[in-house]
Every structure is written in C-alpha cells, then in structure tokens.
C-alpha cells in the first residue's frame, strides 16, 4: 500500500471488470515498463463492481507491492464512473488511463512520458491499426466520431480512446465538471490544454471477453452526442418549419385546384399514409426530446458519480 503522503510522478488508473484473467499479465507487462521511465509511479485498479474473482487477484497483488492500489466500487457504475474515480484518487504529477486488456501496449508509456517531459499537458494515443477490432465496429466507430464532430461545439479525436497522459492540471480541470452523466472522451477533450499525438497499433485482448456490446456501445453513442451538443434539438425546429412550408404550399395547390376543377374523390390511402408518416415524425422528436429532458432529471438528482465499498486500501 503507498504512504498517505507519497507524491508520484506517474499515476496509472486501471478501471476493471471482470478481468481475473488479465491482472497478473497486465501487471508482468507494464511494471518493468513503469521501472524504465524513471519515474516514480502508483498503479490504481478500480474495482466497478466485478462479479468474479478480480477483487481477490487484485488485492493479492497488493498486499506485496507498495506501488499497487486498489479502489473497490459497491456496484457497477460503468467505465465511465470508473474512470472518474481513478482520477479523482491518482496523485500523480501526471495521470495514464489504460486498460488492462493490454489491447493498448503498456510500451508505449515510454514515448507518453517522453512527450510530457518535453511540455505537453496531454499525450494522445491514437490507434493507426484497427485491424485487432471486428469490422462493424471499426465501421461504426467511424461514423460515430465524424457525426459527432460535425455536430458538436468540440472535437473529439478520431480513433483515440482513454488511454493517453494528462498532467495534473488536466486532472484537476477535469474535477471541476459537476456531472453525473458522464463521457470522458468529450470531458478529456472539452478542457483542452496543449496537447501532442503518439500513433500505435491496437492489439488484441490478451484474455477473456469484452464487455461491451452492439446494445451498451449505442447508448455509450448517444450519451457522447447528448452531453456536448443540442443540434438533436434545434434540427426539430427546422423540420418543423419545412413540414409547415410543404403543408402550407400543398394546402394552396389544392384550393387552387378545387376551385378551377372542381372536388376530387377522396383520397383516403394519402391521407392515412401522410397521417402515419407525420405521426412517426412526431414521436421521433420527441423521443429525442424526452433523451435530453431524461439526461436533465438525472443530473438534477445530484447523485454521486460512483460509491466507494471501503476505503481502507486507498
């Protein structure tokens, strides 16, 4: 366990779950890494709630090393809450998100520090290759970031994930942001700072199984695009106002027509397709509505981000 009063250089925050089989790899991995950068250093495994054994491999781990620390979550708030509190505990001068996966090579903390040793407050890794990722993801990842950055008031860097350094006013900037709701690619990105680019190639996971599926990576998409941009919202207004125009210069045809041919027969096939049409049109918008007014009744609870089990280990 590290001393109260130990000041690292570098912090690493781990979020886990359900990852028993990739702890000791993770750890054979980049220790002798973190020893290379001469550097003092802290690793932060944050426990979210896992169901199997990772705690235990964890907490195995850190009875014998000084360097190790471990934060256990009471459930399973998700990556994002994860994330938040590593970043919220680290004490690093400097603090490297990474997965332990080691689909991100812990090698590359090498050119990171390097790069931030030279000034730079944020050392983006940027996946050149993601040949490791199936292709509707590497597909779909795609389109995510292109739409989100036509649209958003900031720009979330293509193919860049959690793994990166940010200094420790980085960090602290991003302790200021009071939500709950929370997608830290667009917070890491919103803060901004001078930041630099180290390019790598995505790896495979080195055990088990991702977590994450078509369900969980959508609503992860939606939360991206609902929490840094409200064009969602403002594209209502001018469909709105282009249904009315068409409505309008429709209604006029028709008056026009009637009184110099005469009344056709009804035509209810149209009418109850155009009814149907304009009906679906309705409940789009307001289901996207109802996706920012559901985001503003949770973050007005002012619930906490996450909850800590104990707090003995950290």
């Known amino acids: 366990m590290v001393a109260q009063d130990f000041t690292p250089d570098l912090s690493v925050v781990c979020p886990c779950y359900n990852e028993e089989e990739t702890i000791t790899p993770f750890l054979e991995s980049i ?15 944050i426990n979210d709630g896992s169901s199997d054994k990772t705690l235990e491999k964890i907490r195995s781990e850190v009875a014998y090393d000084k360097t190790l620390r471990v934060i256990n979550l009471s459930r399973n ?28 090579p812990p090698e590359l903390i090498l050119q990171l520090v390097s790069k931030w040793k030279e000034g730079f ?23 995510f970031y292109k739409f989100h950055n036509s649209i958003s008031g900031i720009e979330v860097p293509e193919n860049v994930g959690d793994f990166r350094l940010i200094s420790r006013k980085v960090v602290e900037a991003i302790k200021l942001l009071p939500e709950n709701q929370r997608f830290m690619k667009g917070i890491f990105s919103w803060v ?19 977590h994450f599926n078509g369900w969980k990576l959508w609503n992860f998409a939606m939360d991206g695009i609902t929490s840094f941009s409200t064009v969602p919202l403002r ?17 006029s045809f028709i008056i026009v027509k009637t009184i110099i041919f005469g009344v056709d027969l009804p035509g209810y096939a149209s009418l109850v397709t155009m009814v149907l049409f304009f009906g679906g049109v309705q409940l789009i918008g307001l289901g996207v509505m109802g996706e920012y007014i559901g985001r503003l009744y949770i973050e007005s609870k002012r619930r906490p981000v996450y909850i800590i089990e104990n707090n003995d280990e950290i």
């Not at 220790?31 to 495994?45: D, M």
């Not at 998700?78 to 990474?98: H, M, N, Q, S, Y």
């Open 31 to 45: 220790l002798p890494v973190l020893e290379q950068t001469a550097c003092s250093f802290e690793v932060i495994f």
């Open 77 to 104: 708030f998700g990556k994002e809450a994860a994330l938040t509190a590593g970043l919220d505990f680290a004490k690093g001068k400097a603090v490297i998100p990474i997965d332990v996966d080691l689909q991100d």
């Open 121 to 143: 407050d944020v050392v983006l890794a940027k996946r050149v290759d993601r040949s490791s990722d199936t292709l509707a993801k590497s597909l779909t990842a795609s389109l």
């Open 192 to 210: 901004g700072f001078n930041s630099t680019v180290v390019e790598y190639t995505r790896q495979p996971r080195a055990a088990g199984e991702t």
């Open 235 to 251: 594209v209502w207004l001018y469909l709105g106002v282009l249904c009315s125009g068409i409505a309008f210069f429709y209604g």
